[in-house]
């Protein structure tokens, strides 16, 4: 199996996934944006027709050349040039066998599913919004994209837009000039300049202020910044990966976030699991804090640590090991341990009462499976809408209760 790839040869060489069709041009909406007075907002399309990948001229008043003979449209093949403008491209193939896997992998089926659809992402330009609980390991992912691109010889930086106030945000993301504020002694670069070839991630965009997020929209659309107290525009060159644990649509509602910023970030999607939904990694994930701290749990010890619901997810499990590491230095963790090592401060008081009935409730979850399931004749679709839940959760579900669904349709 062959991927068709567009090289952008140049100062800043980039190599671009081609996939159902590829447009380039100026206008923020092309998928390839390039900048000059010879290229056309929209100035080439790249479109697969069966087998085969045809380019096409869109009317742009300086034409589209494929190995220096003008064209209005033409079969691409194995190394062709195409010039546009004073911008080259070389049209290539590369085989699957040759791509690696996404370094991240998981127990869980659907999850894993979805990490190694990453790995086609990361080759390509696009934003990419992180959307999730807290602690699901949104920057893991984040650098993971990076470091499996064309720009993981470049910097990868990461701004957290919550930890900041507005002037300090915006300068750390724009930089500033010398006296542009009070304590502005020097001019200073900003992430948008310092992750220049790079990646930047923007963590908690959520709580980027609404102004502030215009600023950030003009710079996505247009390639350019400008620094707190400048009097000119500086082009950019970052790839954007954005996350938050907020909802974003409904922040909109509230006319707190931007429909037309929202938009302009989520081309992909990525929404890791909770740790709950994802216990097929709990003992990996555990074994790796584990090994680091150089702690040792029981096995009754784990036991128990399975059946606490990790509000905090990934990162709370983390927390728990290295306060272990502190409490108990080189001792052998055992179940009697587990209860002070835990956190419940975020547990309401039923959750905290029904913790160590959870293999009630869990049977209690199976038979309600079962019972559906039997009445649609095995039919997932119907029964995880009956459930109120969605088919990759009902998915998951089966095959922690090891419900085989295929006997169920023969009832």
Known sequence: M????????GENPKTYQVSEFLTTGKDA?????IHGEDIADRHFRIERREQTYYIRDLRSPQGTYVNNARIMEAILQEGDQIRAGSQEFFFTYTTSENTSDFPLKSRNEVWNEELQTLRNVADTEFPVLILGPSGTGKDIIAQALHSSSSRKNSNFLSVNCS???ETLIESELFGHVKGSFTGAISDRKGAFEAARGGTLFLDEI?????????KLLRALENGEIRPVGADRNIKTDVRIIAATHQ????????????????FRLNVVTVTPPALVNRMEDFDDLLYTFAKKMRVRFSFGAIARLKKHPWPGNIRELKNLVSRTAA??????????????LLD????????????????VIKEIERQMIIKRLTANRGNQRRTAADLGMPKSTLHDRLKYYNIKVDSFRAL
Do not use: M, W
């Open 2 to 9: 062959t991927q068709p790839l567009l090289k952008h040869v």
């Open 29 to 33: 909406q092309c998928q390839i944006q």
């Open 163 to 165: 930890a900041l106030s």
């Open 206 to 214: 959520g709580d980027l202020s609404y102004a502030l997020q215009a």
């Open 247 to 262: 909802s974003l649509p409904e922040k909109i509602r509230q006319g707190a976030f931007r429909a037309d910023l929202y």
């Open 327 to 340: 409490l108990y230095p080189r001792e052998y963790i055992e179940e009697k341990h587990i209860e002070k």
């Open 344 to 359: 419940k401060s975020l547990l309401n008081p039923i959750e905290s009462e029904v913790n160590n009935d959870i293999p």
